[in-house]
């Protein structure tokens, strides 16, 4: 089955400190991956959509200066929060989706993000 | 608008059967999919209804009506584990996903 990674699963940052993370398809190339946000007992609030090769689409509210995404190859894109502040602290998840499968979205394990 | 409703929470006993309803209005429809997200976790992928009709997976089926814009998923032999929010997901006419803001299901002895 199509296999999502992200790296850090977890991480402590200070406030004005910028910090990545990594989605990457281990057994698939994904032409299109999803960056989602989800905030304690919230459901899932998609943050942008990454095509390879081209700027990330960024949805109504998201800073596109503060959470920059880089989708350089097909198994991999990052996600900058940059200049982390305590609201910023939430679990980060991506997802990606193979080129032929347009209806399905594999999901990586997420990225607790918590800033002091 | 777009928009996907569920309930909030439910209760239900182990070795029970439930029901979670989802009823949505979106622009274009291409499938309705099922996750289920322990605390903490990212969602997990249960079931994807394209065509109206009852899918069944184990323990596990989702219903799917379009002309009504509903859907179900139904969860039989309940076990302890299966505590856990489900989150019904609609893909619109952009392939993208419209998210429910999940159920809850509590499952007590």
């Known amino acids: 089955g199509a296999v999502v990674s992200q790296h850090p699963s977890w991480v402590i940052c200070k406030s004005g400190t910028s910090v990545k993370i990594e989605c990457r398809s281990l057994?698939?190339?994904?032409?299109?991956m999803f960056w989602y946000r989800q905030f304690p007992k919230q459901s899932l609030m998609l943050m942008a959509t990454?095509?390879?090769?081209?700027?990330?689409?960024?949805e109504q509210g998201v800073e596109k200066d503060k959470f920059l995404i880089n989708h350089a190859s097909l198994t991999l894109s990052t996600l900058t929060v940059t200049s982390a502040h305590p609201e910023d602290s939430s679990f980060y998840i991506c997802?990606?989706?193979?080129?032929?499968?347009?209806?399905?979205?594999?999901f990586g394990p997420g990225t607790r993000l918590t800033v002091t | 608008g777009q928009n996907i409703d569920q309930p909030t929470e439910m209760t239900a006993t182990e070795g029970a059967i439930v029901q979670i309803n989802c009823t949505y209005q979106?622009?274009?429809?291409?499938?309705l999919f099922w996750y289920q997200q322990h605390a903490g976790e990212a969602p997990t992928f249960l079931s994807y209804n394209v065509l109206d009709g009852l899918e069944e997976k184990g323990r596990f089926s989702s219903f799917l009506s379009r002309s009504k814009g509903y859907s179900y998923l139904l969860l039989k032999e309940l076990q302890m584990k299966d505590s856990a929010s489900y989150l019904c997901?609609?893909?619109?006419?952009?392939?993208?996903?419209?998210w429910g803001a999940g159920t809850k299901l509590i499952i007590k002895p």
């Open positions: 057994d698939f190339q994904a032409t299109t």
């Open positions: 997901a609609v893909s619109d006419s952009n392939y993208q996903l419209i």
């Open positions: 997802s990606a989706r193979e080129p032929d499968r347009y209806y399905e979205q594999y």
């Open positions: 979106t622009s274009g429809f291409n499938g």
């Open positions: 990454s095509n390879e090769g081209s700027k990330a689409t960024y």
